[in-house]
C-alpha cells in the first residue's frame, strides 16, 4: 500500500483514496498513518455500517478489493459493480467468478505493481472507465435478488413437477 499509492497520487492530483473498514494488522495500520500523513486531503480512512456502504459506493468512480486469500462470492465486489464504480481485484477466489478482466472491471495478480499499473490503466483512460463502469452494472444485474428467487423458484417446480427426490 505504501509502495503502490504515492506514484498513482503524484501522476494523478485529483485522485482520493478511501480506505473503508477495519485495519487488519499494524504494519497495514502503519502503512495507513504514513500515508494519511503524507497526503492529509487525499487519504482518507473511516468506518461504514454494512447498510451504508452503497452511500460510498455512489460517491467513488474505482474500488479496489485486493483480496490475499480465497473469498467466495464478494458482496462487495456486487456492491460496487451495481453503483457503476470500475472494480480493479485479485485474482483469488470467486472474485474471477464477477470480474471479466477488461470486460467489467480489471483483474491482477497480488502484487504492488499490478495493482499500481491497473490504477493507471484506468485513470489514463477515460473511455476504459465508461466500458468497464457499463458492463460492470449489466454484469451486477444478474445478481440481483428478484432474478436470483425467479430461478430458484424455476429449478424447484422443475425438480417437484419431475418428482426428483433432493437431500438438503
Keep these: 500500500m505504501s509502495k503502490a499509492l504515492p506514484p498513482i497520487l503524484n501522476k ?3 485522485v482520493i483514496f478511501d480506505f473503508v473498514g477495519f485495519v487488519h494488522g499494524e504494519k497495514i495500520e502503519n502503512d495507513l498513518t504514513k ?3 503524507r497526503f492529509p486531503e487525499r487519504i482518507r480512512h473511516y468506518i461504514c455500517e454494512p447498510s451504508e456502504m452503497y452511500r460510498v459506493y455512489q460517491s467513488t468512480d474505482v474500488s479496489l478489493i485486493p483480496t490475499l486469500y480465497a473469498e467466495g462470492t464478494s458482496l462487495s465486489c456486487l456492491e460496487a459493480q451495481a453503483c457503476g464504480n470500475v472494480v480493479i481485484s485479485t ?3 470467486g472474485l474471477p467468478n464477477l470480474i471479466l478482466d ?3 472491471g480489471l483483474l491482477i495478480n ?3 505493481d499490478e495493482l499500481v499499473q491497473a490504477l493507471d490503466k484506468v485513470m489514463a483512460d477515460k473511455e476504459l472507465r465508461k466500458k468497464l463502469s457499463a458492463n460492470a452494472v449489466q454484469v451486477a444485474k444478474s445478481f440481483d435478488k428478484v432474478f436470483w428467487n425467479k430461478r430458484w423458484r424455476s429449478v424447484i417446480k422443475k425438480i417437484l413437477k419431475n418428482n426428483i427426490q ?3
Design 12 to 14: 494523478y492530483p485529483n
Design 35 to 37: 500515508l494519511v500523513k
Design 91 to 93: 485474482n483469488i477466489g
Design 102 to 104: 477488461g470486460f467489467n
Design 110 to 112: 497480488p502484487c504492488v
Design 166 to 168: 433432493c437431500v438438503m
